[in-house]
């Protein structure tokens, strides 16, 4: 064969080749109507295009369609505009048939509705697969998805490849979007359709990632009459108050916990999800035992018997710390329950040591049961500094208030470990014992305090006052009125018992009843306990041990300031009555202003 001929030869399949490799366009009707009826029959949607229609032979045979309108007869799923891209099989097409291998829709608006998904017999839609021969692959790219009956769902940038080749095998998916600006990446999912079409036991895969929480799962998954999921999952939130601040998913205290984990078996229908051995991990503590979830009510309740060796709770408390400002004054900002009862809650906790705030429990059984502008905890018992704590606290929104109620008993507790946990001086020493109920209503803290409620009562028994030595003062002012009133700081006082009650009343404590009994002194304490300003103003009056009743102190202290600075001083006008020289100068009847005084004469 001559040279001429060779090159005649590979200019012409050259020619073949590259009018085969590029695409042809197409006029109207044709092969878009032959793919129109195609997808009608194969996949039950209907396909319209609008715009130009182009198909190539090589490398593989392939279609494009643009401005193309996808939809279900139903309205279940609609995809407007976009271009189609499809590759064809090569033998039906030798045949002169039409089929698709491959799917890719680019730059489309997919509208749909869930409850019309649901309306669909998806069993009678994926039996005939094993059958037929349909495509295995479908891929979106750059697109959007809203949703008719489903708020604050939807998706931008909606990047998607569905792959599922045979009945056999299992349909996969993965792919990313944008929900509310923040990408979701879609890691791994599958499942076996043919098997779920027929109500046999599918095995699946889902593993599901943003920035702020992941969550995989894998089991076994049965549709029918009662669908079913069985497996293992996990559930890791970097952090619960970014996560429902991001995603709008209301959970009781979300906006409160930090980072969370929840891993374990469980189970799923459409009543309940549930965990019967689940870990919890919260921060650095391990919480172990059961968990659920019920979607058979208004709201989403979950519910959860949990216990830990180690339990920090002073997230939650955090709210009570807020309660007063920087300068010290209770705050006039709104109590908002609506972030922290977002969903229902009802859970028993149990720890061998619990840390609430400042306050460290031992052995503690505690519930929390929270609903719609209502939060309930109660401690059932707990060790407490030697002694036991049980109580009981509630928040309830009413007529866009928060009534805020709390009761308590202790006994036996250790009141300087309490004091110095507290941050306050360790001024006194002993066991305590007693009980307190508070309540009170208003839009923030400044206004619960105003109304505020309650009494409460306290024992100390077996202790010491610390900074003051009542005995060594009381013979000192007997030598040394005015003298002892220079040098009366230092050293200790020892009591057999302390009592007091207080009654609050409109947010002032009035002191009913308050004594100090000790070996060589005793005490009574009178004045109010002023909740609203933060303030103390208290008498002692100081006597030796079993002085008469009725008699006069022969000591008087003032208590008064602010609760964290508080000023303890002797009354100096009764350590000058008990001054011989002085005490002339203080009349003991005092004269009305409107009468003259008497007037000194010299002889």
Do not use: C
């Not at 130009?52 to 279609?63: G, H, K």
């Not at 609506?338 to 059984?365: N, Y």
């Not at 007091?500 to 004045?527: F, N, S, W, Y």
């Amino acid at each position: 064969m001559s040279r001429r001929v060779v090159l005649l030869i590979a200019l012409i399949s050259l020619a073949v080749l590259g009018t085969a490799a590029s695409p042809w366009t197409l006029p109207g009707g044709g092969l878009s109507a032959e793919l129109t009826q195609h997808v009608k029959d194969r996949y039950g949607l209907d396909l319209t295009v609008r715009g130009r229609s182009t198909f190539a032979v090589l490398p593989i045979p392939r279609v494009k369609f643009e401005n193309v309108t996808l939809e279900f007869p139903n309205q279940a799923i609609r995809a407007d505009g976009g271009t189609l891209r499809g590759e064809l099989r090569l033998l039906p097409l030798l045949l002169g048939r039409i089929e698709l291998s491959d799917f890719d829709l680019t730059e489309t608006r997919i509208t749909g509705s869930a409850r019309a998904l649901r309306s669909i017999k998806w069993t009678e839609a994926l039996k005939d697969r094993a059958s037929g021969t349909y495509a295995r692959r479908l891929i979106i790219n750059k697109s959007t998805l809203r949703w008719t009956d489903l708020k604050d769902a939807n998706l931008d940038q909606l990047n998607l490849v569905i792959r599922w080749a045979d009945a056999a095998e299992p349909m996969t998916m993965v792919g990313s979007a944008l929900w509310r600006d923040e990408e979701i990446s879609l890691e791994e999912s599958s499942v076996f359709p043919e098997l779920l079409a027929s109500d046999r036991i599918s095995p699946f895969a889902l593993t599901l990632a943003s920035q702020s929480v992941r969550i995989a799962a894998e089991g076994e998954a049965q549709l029918g009459d009662t669908p079913r999921i069985t497996g293992e999952s996990t559930i890791q939130a970097k952090s619960v108050r970014d996560f429902t601040r991001w995603s709008g998913v209301d959970l009781p205290f979300g906006s409160l916990v930090r980072a969370v984990s929840v891993a374990g078996d469980f189970s799923m229908d459409r009543r309940r999800l549930s965990w019967p051995a689940v870990s919890v991990t919260m921060g650095e503590d391990k919480l172990e035992g059961t968990l659920g979830v019920r979607f058979d009510t208004d709201r989403p309740v979950i519910t959860g018997t949990l216990a830990a060796d180690t339990l920090n709770l002073s997230d939650l408390f955090a709210p009570f710390s807020q309660a007063r400002t920087s300068s010290g004054s209770w705050s006039e900002e709104t109590i908002d329950l609506t972030r922290a009862t977002g969903a229902d809650l009802d859970l028993r906790l149990s720890a061998a040591t619990a840390s609430l705030g400042r306050l460290s429990l031992e052995d503690m059984a505690a519930s929390v049961l929270v609903q719609s502008g209502r939060i309930e905890a109660s401690i059932g018992r707990a060790g407490f500094n030697d002694g036991s704590l049980k109580g009981r606290l509630s928040l309830v929104k009413q007529n866009g208030q928060v009534e805020f109620k709390s009761q308590g008993t202790f006994a036996g507790v250790k009141i300087a470990p309490f004091l110095a946990a507290m941050g306050e001086p360790r001024w006194i020493t002993g066991h305590a014992t007693g009980q307190f109920s508070f309540e009170g209503l208003g839009k923030n803290p400044a206004d619960v305090i105003r109304e505020a409620q309650g009494r409460s009562s306290i024992e100390v028994s077996d202790g010491e006052i610390v900074g003051i030595a009542l005995d060594d003062a009381l013979r000192r002012v007997e030598k040394r009125p005015l003298l002892a009133s220079l040098n009366w700081k230092g050293g200790r006082t020892p009591f057999d018992k302390v009592q007091a009650q207080i009654l609050v009343k409109d947010g002032v404590g009035e002191i009913a009843e308050a004594h100090l009994r000790g070996p060589a002194v005793q005490a009574d304490l009178t004045g109010q306990v002023l909740l609203v300003d933060r303030q103390l103003r208290v008498t002692a009056n100081v006597s030796p041990a079993g002085a008469p009743v009725g008699q006069s102190p022969a000591l008087v202290f003032n208590v008064v300031g602010d609760w964290d600075n508080v000023a303890v001083s002797p009354e100096i006008r009764s350590l000058i009555e008990r001054s011989g020289a002085a005490k002339p100068l203080f009349p003991s009847e005092r004269i009305p202003a409107n009468e003259p005084r008497p007037q000194a004469t010299a002889q």
